[in-house]
């Protein structure tokens, strides 16, 4: 269920327009006599997207993503056409748990914008941020990667990551000496930074680990010297690298990186060699994956691809410092220069 | 006696603690009673759902065992049957099956027979190299109650115990059948194991919504404070069925719904809701916490028991155009049995936190709904200054109530009284709301889950020592006293009702009620 107004963007007509939002909710609890709506807000969730469609997709993806993180979501998209350049919407998102009477609603920010205009929505956003509560920025714009980016992106782009506590963006349609370049960038200047592509890789990096959790394994992960990382099409994606990274970031051993035919395009294996043992993960389908060692240990795990909601829900996981990314970010930007 | 929990060596520099889940340590686990329904329902289900969500470690092995003659292939038949009928909230997926199914085996025989011992060392040394378990053995003791003592004292004499890795022994409820009992069971079992080997299971302590209790109760600062005799009138905690026995009628009517919910599970709870903050969130703090809390139950004198404690037992009812037997009509049940399909009971805790405040705890089947809550109702106000007025009259002042939800709307509320909009000063009340599953969303582990793996890295945090069952037995057993020498007027409320008269008047003559009575 959904409730919409249209207002100029500005706060406190924005606020206003929230707070008669909930009201109506309210009136609605009265009329039935039970409560029927929970308010629910974690975090406030930026999402500055260059969709041509006012954000529709990143809408969706943060009405899944409420379930487990629930916010004040604030979308921010591109559209020239605008009337005045510049106009929100306020949506409550809300859903019923299987079985249960009450529904959970999280609001939701619509602002959309010409390029020109970016500049002027940041008062909008200060005033509308959650009062206490961490902001999250979720960059989808691809342009932010561009050595070309306009100074109008640049320059709004860089106000919103000074609000927030983290920014996540997603690299993989990007080379990647671009993206870690720019990541970099970011991280110089103390910022939290989070990669939707690496968060692909945890279901891959998981089960490998697994294997050296056992004590009692005689073969321990300094022995395996050489990694080959297999991927399908013309050029490892950031991904590529970042699995290569995170394998030899521990102990520097010599990693091939080799293109492979295989499901789809990116990460299609992974082998650890060592004298006495090779361990394999290798991509056996779209959604399955097989993990095997020649000393006959043999799995086979479901690994579907991780849906956009998956990532960030993820991502939103870890809203501090994550030493493990920054170690294999590291590395990564080596392998890639 | 001192529980330490091992963390493993840091061999593995690939670990990511803040995306992996928890480690756990390569195992074999033995199922004894694994053609049972607790294995079929919930053990291998939850064993399937943390090897799909990746949770358990690469090297790990389940042998079942029964006495039914059977080959690891049927008993994998039966096993994906089961896992595919019972498995919740997650798809069931053929390719995961086969990988998963690789490490199920089963060793047929008898527990009281030493063959089977012998036979069950041999396969647990094969895994050992086969399936790298390290030597790791998690025993699982799904069997009847009455073979606790001696698959233990078989897996003592035949040194499983004793391999290179570490041995733990899971034991399901009820352990034993009163306070003389539990002691023996105690003394068999340590003649084999030491206290830190053993986990006594009781599931309710591994639902996510009685751990959030201890999250509620110490990772804030604003309720602790008014968590004592001073602003707390009294407590109810209540477990209540719609449904019957279930077939179980013959076991049930020797256990009663005293021995079955209070002595274990609700005692657990209620020491979770008033046991003092410990100085560390560690087992061994937690739980000399929850058992110094249950020591301090007071133990009701044999005349106290009357006034204190009130059996039922539902009888035939028709409820929505359905007709319900009583308990005495059930399969399996005694026409004359005296079993207590309800019980409420009136404790005090003796010490400074809770002197004077009267917790009210009842469980039953058949009754109008099933629910399992805690309701902390707080003293009111010194002094009434607003008039809760109504077209019908003024309302009786409601005091603040907290609500702890365990089933099935997981979550909390707090009611309290607030201005109607208009002129004038009318109240009334309102709550606000936090829902557990709805707030994030994501999948609750089963409290199998959750358990199994807590045993299987080393965490006995929800589990109940020897002490906790000690010391629960001992305040249920003067009631049991009493009951095993009364005969009573039984049934005493009709299915679909909330229990006996008894039991409200257990209630009034505190000046109090049952919230839904």
């Known amino acids: 269920m959904s409730t919409s107004v249209i207002f100029p963007a500005q706060p406190e007509q924005i606020l206003k327009g929230l707070s008669r939002l909930w009201t109506s909710f309210g009136q609605e609890e009265k ?50 056409q605008v009337e005045g350049g510049l106009e929100a919407r306020i949506v409550a998102q809300c859903w019923k748990p299987f079985g249960k009477a009450q529904q959970i609603c999280c609001e939701q920010i619509e602002i959309t914008a ?36 306009s100074n109008e992106l640049r320059s709004s782009l860089e106000s919103l990551m000074n609000l927030a506590h983290k920014t996540i963006v997603d690299s993989r349609a990007e080379p990647p000496s671009l993206a870690f370049g720019t990541l970099t960038a970011w991280k110089a200047q103390g910022r939290l930074v989070g990669d939707l592509e690496w968060a692909r890789l945890t279901p891959w990096r998981q089960p490998i680990s697994q294997i050296f959790d056992n004590p009692a394994r005689e073969n321990r992960f300094s022995s395996f010297t050489d990694i080959e990382v297999a991927y399908a099409g013309d050029t490892p994606s950031p991904s590529v690298v970042y699995m290569a990274a995170w394998l030899s970031a521990p102990n520097g051993a010599r990693i091939s990186l ?17 004298q006495s043992e090779d361990i394999t993960m290798e991509r056996i389908s779209d959604d399955t994956v097989h993990l095997y060692s020649t000393n006959g240990r043999e799995r086979t795990y479901n690994l579907p691809e991780l849906s956009l909601h998956s990532l960030m829900d993820e991502e939103l996981a870890v809203l501090g410092p994550d030493p493990t990314f920054d170690a294999a970010f590291a590395r990564a930007k080596e392998l890639a220069s | 006696m001192s529980v330490v929990v091992q963390p493993l060596p840091e061999i593995n520099p690939l670990q990511d603690s803040l995306r992996f889940d928890r480690r756990v340590p390569p195992c074999a686990i033995v199922i004894f009673g694994a053609n049972g329904d607790l294995t079929k329902r919930k053990l291998i289900p939850a064993l399937y759902r943390l090897f799909y969500e990746r949770r358990i470690s690469e090297n790990f092995a389940v042998i079942g065992n029964s006495r039914t003659a059977m080959s690891d292939d049927q008993f994998r038949d039966r096993m994906k049957e089961s896992v ?14 086969r990988s998963f199914a690789q490490s199920l085996f089963y060793v047929p025989g008898n527990v009281n027979d030493d063959a089977l011992f012998e036979n069950l060392g041999s396969k647990l040394r094969q895994l050992e190299t086969s399936h790298q378990t390290a030597g790791n053995t998690l025993f699982y003791l799904s069997t009847q109650p009455s073979y606790y003592a001696e698959v233990v004292q078989h897996i003592g004499a035949h040194k499983l115990n004793r391999t290179k890795g570490w041995c733990r022994v899971i034991i399901e409820k009820p352990f034993g059948h009163d306070l003389a009992s539990a002691r023996k069971l105690n003394d068999d079992i340590h003649q084999v194991l030491d206290e830190p080997s053993i986990y006594r299971i009781d599931h309710y302590l591994g639902k996510e919504t009685v751990q959030n209790i201890l999250a509620f109760r110490f990772g804030n600062g604003i309720f602790e404070p008014l968590w004592n005799r001073r602003y707390i009138n009294h407590v ?43 100085a560390v969130f560690d087992a061994n703090a937690v739980r000399d916490e929850r058992a110094k809390l249950l020591r301090a139950v007071r133990v009701m004198k044999h005349e106290d028991v009357p006034n204190n404690a009130v059996p039922g037992q539902y009888g035939p009812a028709n409820v929505g155009g359905q007709n319900i037997p009583g308990f005495r009509q059930e ?78 709307e997981e979550g909390i509320s707090l009611r309290f009284l607030s201005k109607s909009p208009g002129s004038g000063m009318r109240l009334r009340p309102v709550s606000m709301d936090f829902n557990y599953g709805s707030s994030f969303g994501e999948r609750t582990p089963t409290a199998y889950e959750t358990l199994l793996l807590d045993a299987m890295i080393g965490d006995p945090t929800l589990y109940t020592r020897q002490d906790m069952v000690e010391a629960s037995w001992q305040v249920v057993q003067p009631i049991l006293d009493v009951w095993g020498v009364t005969k009573f007027d039984f049934p005493n409320y009709p299915a679909g009702s909330w229990g006996p008269k008894a039991a409200d008047e257990m209630l009034a003559r505190r000046g109090h009620a049952w919230r839904n009575a």
Not at chain 1, 134 to 140: A, I, K, S, T
Not at chain 1, 260 to 272: P, S
Not at chain 2, 258 to 277: F, G, Y
Not at chain 2, 337 to 355: C, E, G, H, L, S
């Open chain 2, 331 to 408: 399969e399996g049940v005694d026409p004359n049995a005296q079993t207590d399909t309800y019980a409420a009971v009136t404790y005090f805790i003796d010490n400074w936190r809770w002197a004077g405040v009267p917790f009210y705890i009842r469980s039953g089947k058949r009754m109008p709904k099933r629910v399992t809550d805690i309701a902390i109702q707080f003293t009111a106000p010194p002094l009434s200054l607003f008039k809760q007025e109504t077209k019908a009259g003024l309302l009786s002042p409601r005091p603040n109530l907290l609500i702890l939800r365990i089933q099935p």
């Open chain 2, 236 to 278: 109810q905690i209540t477990a209540a069925e719609s449904i019957g026995v279930e077939g179980r009628g013959g076991y049930y009517q020797e256990a009663g719904a005293l021995r079955d919910m209070i002595q274990n599970h609700l005692s657990q709870v209620m020491a979770t809701v008033t046991m003092e903050p410990p």
């Open chain 1, 31 to 80: 009329q039935q006599g039970k409560p029927t709506v929970l308010r629910a807000c974690a975090m406030t969730l930026i999402v500055a997207t260059d969709e041509t469609d006012n954000g529709f997709e990143s809408s969706q993806v943060l009405s899944e993503l409420m379930h487990e993180h629930p916010s004040r979501g604030i979308v921010l998209s591109v559209n020239e």
């Open chain 2, 84 to 97: 595919s009928k019972f498995l919740e909230d997650a798809p069931f997926d053929e390719d995961l099956w």
């Open chain 1, 114 to 149: 010409t390029r020109k205009n970016w500049p002027t929505i940041i008062p909008t956003i200060i005033g509308i941020t959650v009062a206490d509560l961490p902001v999250v920025l979720w960059c989808r714009q691809a342009e932010s990667f561009s050595p070309n980016c």
């Open chain 1, 258 to 274: 080799v293109r492979a035919r295989g499901f789809g395009q990116g990460l299609q294996r992974v082998r650890l060699h060592s």
